[in-house]
């Protein structure tokens, strides 16, 4: 069965610090990735998503950026964290490309900027 | 691009009791509406999904409504139980995919 890996699960950064989250996926090939964010009480903000190796879209300019290595392998990252960037992280994999199919979702990392 | 409206916001309802919860969408090349129930702390899953050949779909206690032509569709749980209390979230996909802010349910005993 398909699984998916996040981490870490919480993380303290200062502000101007950088930024590094992984997420793997593990039995299935060349899904679909996917990283939102979620501020506090709030919906789900697309942030980047890729289709394979190398391949990323982005849906909201910011000091964020995603690069895709391996084929179920996609991080985050910024060079230097600000406030604003503080929430709730999710990577997600689909077989399909959005209205194909099924999200699923990592359990997610809470980024406290300070 | 795809703009999706979710209303309540949040809904407080007696254990047994019936919530509906509705989404509008905007752009009417959208043809795949899934719900995701998010407990607290933990990740969104997926609880039904529609699409836009279908008007209607069921899972035992829960069903989807879809109405293409007025572009909204809803979220109805019957028999509600104390485990149905989370944050659910609508979703809409057609060229993008795009989430609804989220309404936060809560069934009381």
């Known amino acids: 069965s398909q699984t998916i890996h996040q981490w870490p699960a919480t993380l303290v950064q200062p502000v101007g610090s950088p930024l590094s989250l992984e997420c793997t996926v593990e039995?299935?090939?060349?899904?679909?990735l996917y990283w939102y964010r979620q501020a506090a009480g709030r919906g789900l903000q697309l942030l980047f998503y890729s289709v394979g190796i190398g391949q990323i879209s982005s849906e909201v300019p910011q000091n964020l950026s995603a690069s895709r290595p391996q084929d179920r392998q996609f991080i985050l990252s910024s060079k230097k964290l600000l406030l604003s960037d503080s929430g709730f992280y999710l990577c997600?994999?689909?077989?399909?490309?959005?209205?194909?199919?099924?999200?699923?979702f990592g359990s997610g990392t809470q980024l406290s900027v300070l | 691009g795809e703009n999706v409206e979710q209303h309540p916001s949040t809904l407080s309802v007696q254990e047994g009791d019936s919530a509906v919860i509705k989404c509008t969408y905007s752009d009417s090349a959208s043809n795949y509406f899934p719900w995701y129930k998010q407990e607290l702390g933990k990740r969104p899953q997926l609880i039904i999904d529609?699409?836009?050949?279908?008007g209607e779909k069921k899972d035992q206690r829960i069903a989807v409504t879809l109405n293409k032509t007025a572009k909204h569709f809803s979220l109805h749980i019957t028999e509600t139980q104390p485990e149905d209390s989370a944050v659910y979230f609508c979703a809409a996909s057609g060229q993008n995919f795009v989430f609804g802010p989220g309404t936060r349910l809560s069934v009381l005993p």
């Open positions: 529609i699409r836009s050949n279908v």
């Open positions: 997600a994999w689909s077989s399909g490309l959005f209205n194909q199919a099924e999200l699923f």
């Open positions: 039995g299935t090939s060349n899904p679909n």
